[in-house]
């Protein structure tokens, strides 16, 4: 697989997914150009997949990537980190060369 979800992570989006109206199909992962590093993730809640998507599953959760951000995500880990500082999702992508000082952008 291109890219991996922590079983924390699957959890914590099945959570905030549960408590959606209406209730989203999956979660879209993808990168998108902006941020100080010149590009950023994303992550959304689809309703639709779309014909060009790949399609993954992670203990029962859909995940939409569109080609394009593919092959910016390959080989990325995504978890879900709690810590004095804050909670959130963490990327760990092997493809990034440096990340901005907030660690929201990065450049390949």
Do not use: H
């Not at 914590?12 to 993730?41: D, T, W």
């Amino acid at each position: 697989m291109p890219i991996e979800l922590t079983s924390k992570a699957v959890s914590k989006v099945k959570e905030i997914m549960s408590q959606q109206e209406p209730q989203p199909l999956g979660l879209r992962v993808g990168v998108a150009g902006g941020g100080c590093s010149g590009f950023s993730y994303q992550m959304n809640f689809e309703s639709q997949s779309n014909p060009i998507d790949k399609v993954y599953e992670f203990e029962g959760l859909k995940v939409f990537i569109d080609q394009a951000s593919l092959m910016y995500l390959n080989g990325t880990k995504i978890d879900y980190v709690e810590t004095l500082e804050g909670a959130g999702f963490k990327f760990e992508n092997p493809n990034v060369k440096t990340t901005c000082g907030c660690g929201s952008s990065f450049s390949v």
